[in-house]
C-alpha cells in the first residue's frame, strides 16, 4: 500500500461533545464495513458493523452511517469521554480478508 | 479469560537473523490473520489462514513465513529477507466465514536493528 507519512488525521474535541469520523471505502462489492478503536500500543477492538444493505445502525454511544452511493462511512459517538481517545480504523471486507484504512485520531480534552 | 495472546510484546533482533513471533487463540476459531502496523498507517495483511495446514498470502507476504499446524497456533516467521521488518504485528482470529468479526491480539513490537 502507499506510504502517508507519520501524520494521521486527528479530530480534536471537547469532552461532551458529538464527534463525526468519516471513512471513504474503495470496493463498492463489499458486504461489510466495521468500525475499530485502537488505542496507543494495543491490538484494535470492535465498535460496531454494518451490512451493505443497511443505511444506518445503532450501538451504545455510537452510530455507524453508510452512502454507499458516495461510498462513505461515518461513525459518530455521542457525548464524547476522555476514554474515547484513541484511533479509529474502518474497515471493509473482501472475499475472506479486512481491508483497512488508514485512521483517524480522535483527542478529547475535559 | 479467553482470547488471543501474542508473545513477546517487545522483541529486539540483529539485522540477518530470523525471528518467530507468536499468536495462539482459545476461542475455537477456524481462521487466523497477520497483520503489519508502521506508525501512522492502517494494517496491512501479512499472511492468513482459513483453516489447519493451509494458508494464504495476504498484500505483503514477502520476506514473512508462517505454519498452521494447530488450529489455536499461526505462528508469524520474519525472516532476513524482510527488508524492513521494524514494526507493530497484530495476529488476529475469526470464525470460519465471519472476516468481518475479528478479533486482536495486543500486538508484538519488533525492533530489528
Known amino acids: 500500500g502507499e506510504s502517508v507519512g507519520l501524520h494521521l488525521p486527528t479530530l480534536s474535541v471537547q469532552e461532551g461533545d458529538n464527534s463525526i469520523i468519516n471513512c471513504a471505502y474503495s470496493?463498492?462489492?463489499?458486504?461489510?464495513f466495521i468500525w475499530y478503536k485502537q488505542e496507543s500500543g494495543k491490538g484494535p477492538q470492535f465498535i460496531i458493523d454494518i451490512r451493505s444493505n443497511m443505511d444506518k445502525r445503532q450501538g451504545q454511544r455510537v452510530t455507524v452511517l453508510l452512502n454507499k452511493t458516495v461510498k462513505h462511512l461515518s461513525l459518530q459517538i455521542a457525548a464524547t469521554q476522555p476514554g474515547d481517545s484513541a484511533v479509529y480504523f474502518c474497515?471493509?471486507?473482501?472475499?475472506?480478508?479486512?481491508?483497512f484504512g488508514k485512521g483517524t485520531m480522535l483527542l478529547v480534552s475535559p | 479469560d479467553g482470547g488471543i495472546t501474542q508473545s513477546p510484546k517487545y522483541l529486539f533482533r540483529k539485522e540477518g537473523q530470523n525471528v518467530t513471533l507468536s499468536c495462539e487463540q482459545n476461542?475455537?476459531?477456524?481462521?487466523m490473520y497477520w497483520y503489519r502496523q508502521d506508525p501512522g498507517q492502517g494494517l496491512r495483511l501479512i499472511y492468513y489462514s482459513q483453516i489447519v495446514n493451509d494458508f494464504q498470502k495476504g498484500d505483503i507476504a514477502e520476506g514473512y513465513s508462517v505454519s498452521r499446524e494447530k488450529k489455536e497456533s499461526f505462528p508469524l516467521t520474519v525472516t532476513s529477507a524482510q527488508k524492513n521488518p521494524t514494526a507493530f504485528y497484530l495476529c488476529?482470529?475469526?470464525?470460519?466465514?465471519?472476516?468481518?468479526?475479528?478479533?486482536f491480539g495486543p500486538g508484538t513490537r519488533l525492533t530489528v536493528t
Open positions: 488476529a482470529s475469526s470464525s470460519a466465514g465471519a472476516s468481518y468479526e475479528q478479533y
Open positions: 476461542l475455537n476459531h477456524d481462521a
Open positions: 474497515a471493509e471486507t473482501g472475499y475472506s480478508t479486512l481491508t
Open positions: 470496493n463498492s462489492a463489499s458486504d461489510y
